[in-house]
């Protein structure tokens, strides 16, 4: 344990020593100055108007030991920290807005650590002014009162505004808004405000004044610009009045009235006048210069005038009073006045009334008879009225009116003074109408125009009317659509029409007729209107379900107006669905269906629309049938003759079924027909036109078309090479004067046959048949119609003579010719269908007489 304590000891002491042998010394800032940007801030100064985020200085400083040194930069407690350092670099930044005008030295610590040793200085930052402060004023707001006699030129008031910025930014100069109205002026320096050189003020003309003063620094810089910076303030200068303006009279002209009911003492007129200094009035004395006659009185203080003594005594109708209305100043002394004339009119008393007038005296009623329809402008003279107000001059007018039916009538003279005779005249001859009423009512106004009282009186005025023929028969309705089942019996009912005659008597009686081409099967009552069929008819859809006619309203005296009748006739379901024939014989072959056919003679859907169903199949379950077309086809699984075969054990494949054909009518009718059909596999014919005559079997017409067709063309292709042949000959070979020899072509030349393509015919296409001058009568029985005649190609001009090569070889013009029968009845059909499937042998022999008539028709051209 000694050794130990030794030990520590010895140590201890070994580290002491070299612990005093080694000096460290503290880092410190390097002072540059204030003008320098590195350094320790010391007195550094910047600008109130420097961005935040902007680096503004480097805080620069070393360590003797050459350790490396980390910069930090702290404020006092409480106080806004307008600076943060980077502690590595030194690199100060702007971190929160100046502003000098709130804080003009910010205090900061900045220190310096080699990581053993730390310096802590404080230092001072100064804030330098910008010119961001614009001037303010004191002591706002500027109201002012001033008289409105001040002199021009005077002094009135003075504004101050102060400007926080330092050197020129801080100075402020005024200067006045400029104004087209202004009079008042202001220094530039001091801020007093005058009344301008040569204006006056007028209370009577404006009683407020708004200066607009504007303060300007003198301006500086901001942010790198020169700025200058303004504030304006408005001065409120009250105008007081001042004793400079006469009284007026306010109302004028005066009128006054003495009526003959008026008593001494009545209240003739008051005027009333006020100073013209209203900021300050004086008092108003009233009285009567001249015109009084010693009969009116004046009020001095209110202005009254009135009458002194009885109108019977009044000597004048009209007076002109002259009255004066005077300032009362200090001292009851009459300063200033106004004079101004008052019209007194001595009037008679409105006590009568208007009061109309017939023949016999008063009268409240007038009353006339007479046709309707008079001529516009034309004067009512049944009436004999007159209208009277025995008052005199104005109580004496007034004005007529009628009330009643606008703009019928009116009344003239519509202004009457005292007395006239009424005339009243005919304005909208429309409006006299006995069909709107028999009676025409109105009231005849008499009422006063400038009278207080407004006396009126009324009469009644009645017209009656006397009828003419002046209306034609009106229908209710333009058009009349009705419908009407088909097989309706004879005379029934269609529909009815009604026109309307409002005349009366008999010019308002209708009598109905119609006409067209659709009327004769109807028949209508020419009282009632009532259109019906004819006894002896019955509408049958089929054969025309659309009528439509005319019906006549016609009057008394031959005015009428006419109406349109449309006619639609129901289809009934009255036809059941037929087939050609209740036995049908189709040849099928082995992947084509067969189609049958029935017809309802219906004339609308759903009655004449067929669907078709097999009711019985032998053998059973062998063939399906699209209920829309009747197409008939094996099954699917029968796809050859060995498994058709295999059904029916028997070797010549002819299978029978029954089709029924339902109409989709209510009822619904239907009918059945038997069809054998003959099971065979297609034929090695090949190529488009077989495709298209197997698809065409059950639709002959399409066939005939095509065949039709084709041989157009191929005439029209032969006309077209004859006629080529000619004009080239004509135009290649000289016509002489000489007599041409026309030479008959020899009949051993060889002609142009026409070859038909590979056609494939099928059962269906024995609809088409090839007339054949060999076919046998009963052949040629089966066509209804005359055979057309064959087409032939137009015969060639005969070619000049002279250049004719003997060696030339003469070229026969290809023609074709046939004839194609007409569709037989159907039992000549049903004929047909029965002699069997076609063949290869029958396409053949068509070929072979196609071939033939155009040989034939060929030998013949020349």
């Not at 402008?377 to 004005?399: P, W, Y």
């Amino acid at each position: 344990m000694k050794k130990d304590k030794k030990t520590h000891a010895l140590l201890f002491l070994l580290l002491l020593h070299y612990s005093s042998g080694q000096s460290d010394y503290a880092p410190y800032f390097y002072d540059n100055g204030p003008s320098s940007t590195s350094g320790n801030m010391a007195l550094f100064s910047i600008s109130e108007d420097t961005p935040v985020g902007t680096q503004v200085y480097i805080l620069n400083g070393t360590d003797p030991e050459g350790d490396p040194v980390r910069f930090g930069l702290t404020f006092e407690k409480g106080s806004t920290e307008y600076f943060r350092v980077e502690p590595k670099s030194g690199n100060v930044t702007l971190i929160q807005e100046l502003d000098r005008e709130k804080q003009d030295e910010i205090s900061v610590l900045v220190s310096i650590t080699d990581g053993r040793n730390k310096v802590v200085e404080t230092v001072r930052v100064f804030v330098t002014d910008a010119n961001d402060e614009p001037p303010e004023f004191q002591n706002l707001p500027f109201i002012i009162d001033i008289p409105e006699d001040t002199t021009a030129g005077s002094s009135i008031y003075r504004v101050h505004a102060v400007d926080k910025d330092l050197g020129s930014g801080g100075s402020v100069s005024y200067y006045l808004q400029s104004s087209p109205f202004a009079k008042f002026t202001i220094d530039g320096h001091s801020g007093i405000l005058r009344v301008k050189p040569g204006e006056t003020l007028d209370y009577e003309t404006t009683t407020t004044h708004f200066v607009t003063v504007v303060a300007k620094d003198g301006g500086g810089k901001y942010k790198g610009k020169h700025q200058v910076l303004t504030s304006t303030a408005t001065v409120t200068v009250n105008v007081l009045d001042a004793q400079d303006m006469p009284p007026s009279f306010v109302g004028t002209p005066y009128f006054g009235y003495i009526y003959e009911v008026s008593v001494p003492g009545s209240e003739i007129y008051t005027v009333y006048a006020k100073d013209g200094d209203q900021g300050n009035p004086n008092p108003i004395h009233y009285s009567i210069m001249d015109g009084s006659d010693g009969v009116f009185d004046m009020n001095s203080t209110s202005g009254c005038i009135t009458l002194t003594t009885h109108p019977s005594l009044l000597k004048n109708e009209l007076y002109e009073i002259m009255v004066k209305a005077s300032e009362v100043g200090p001292n009851n002394k009459l300063l200033d006045y106004d004079i101004t004339t008052v019209t007194v009119r001595v009037v008679d008393l409105n006590n009568h009334p208007p009061t109309f007038y017939g023949e016999n005296g008063p009268q409240s009623k007038f009353e006339v008879t007479m046709y309707e329809h008079p001529p516009a402008g034309e004067i009512l003279r049944g009436f004999k009225i007159t209208v009277n107000d025995s008052d005199q001059g104005a109580n004496a007018k007034f004005k007529l009116r009628l009330v009643g039916p606008n703009r019928v009538l009116r009344v003239v003279p519509q202004t009457v003074l005292n007395e006239a005779q009424v005339t009243i005249i005919v304005e909208d001859t429309s409006g006299i109408d006995y069909e709107k009423g028999p009676t025409l009512s109105f009231k005849l106004l008499a009422v006063e125009i400038d009278t207080p009282e407004r006396f009126s009186a009324t009469a009644d005025i009645v017209i009656n009317l006397l009828d003419t023929n002046d209306n034609i028969p009106i229908f209710t309705s333009e058009y009349y659509i009705t419908r009407v089942p088909e097989n309706s019996p004879g005379g029934s009912n269609v529909v009815s029409v009604t026109a309307n005659d409002p005349d009366s008597g008999p010019w308002g009686v209708v009598k109905y007729s119609i006409y067209g081409s659709g009327s004769d099967l109807f028949t209508i009552n020419p009282s009632s209107g009532l259109i019906s069929t004819q006894p002896w008819t019955s509408l049958d859809a089929e054969i025309r379900s659309k009528y439509n006619f005319y019906v006549k309203a016609e009057d008394s005296e031959g005015k009428y107006s006419l109406a349109e009748v449309f006619v639609t006739v129901l289809d009934m379901n009255d036809h059941t669905p037929e087939f050609d024939d209740k036995l049908l014989e189709k040849t099928m072959i082995i992947g084509l269906p067969v189609k049958v056919e029935a017809v309802d003679d219906d004339a609308e859907s759903p009655n004449n629309v067929i669907e078709y169903s097999i009711m019985k199949a032998d053998p059973d379950n062998a063939f399906d049938i699209n209920a829309d077309t009747g197409e008939i086809k094996l099954k699917p699984f029968i796809k050859s003759m060995e498994i058709v075969q295999n059904i029916t054990k028997q070797k010549d494949c002819k299978w029978s079924l029954v089709v029924e054909a339902r109409d989709r009518g209510s009822p619904s009718f239907s009918t059945t027909a038997v069809v054998n059909i003959d099971i065979t596999e297609a034929t090695p014919f090949k190529g488009p036109m077989a495709a298209f005559l197997m698809k065409s079997r059950d639709n002959p017409l399409k066939a005939l078309g095509m065949v039709t067709f084709i041989i157009t063309v191929l005439v029209g292709v032969t006309v077209m090479i004859s006629t080529a042949m000619y004009m080239r000959n004509s135009k290649s070979n000289r016509i002489m004067p000489a007599r041409r020899i026309i030479k008959k072509r020899p009949r051993d030349h060889q002609s142009w046959t026409f070859k038909m393509p590979g056609i494939k015919f099928t059962n269906p296409a024995e609809k088409f048949l090839i007339s054949d001058p060999g076919s046998t009568p009963q052949e040629n029985a089966s066509s209804l119609r005359p055979k057309p005649p064959p087409p032939i190609a137009p015969c060639l001009p005969p070619p000049p003579p002279s250049n004719t090569r003997p060696t030339e070889r003469h070229r026969a013009v290809p023609t074709i010719s046939g004839a194609l029968a007409s569709k037989g009845s159907k039992k000549a059909k049903s004929g047909r269908r029965k002699e069997g499937n076609i063949s290869s042998a029958l396409v053949s022999e068509l070929k072979m007489k196609l071939e033939q008539k155009i040989n034939e028709n060929n030998q013949g051209l020349y």
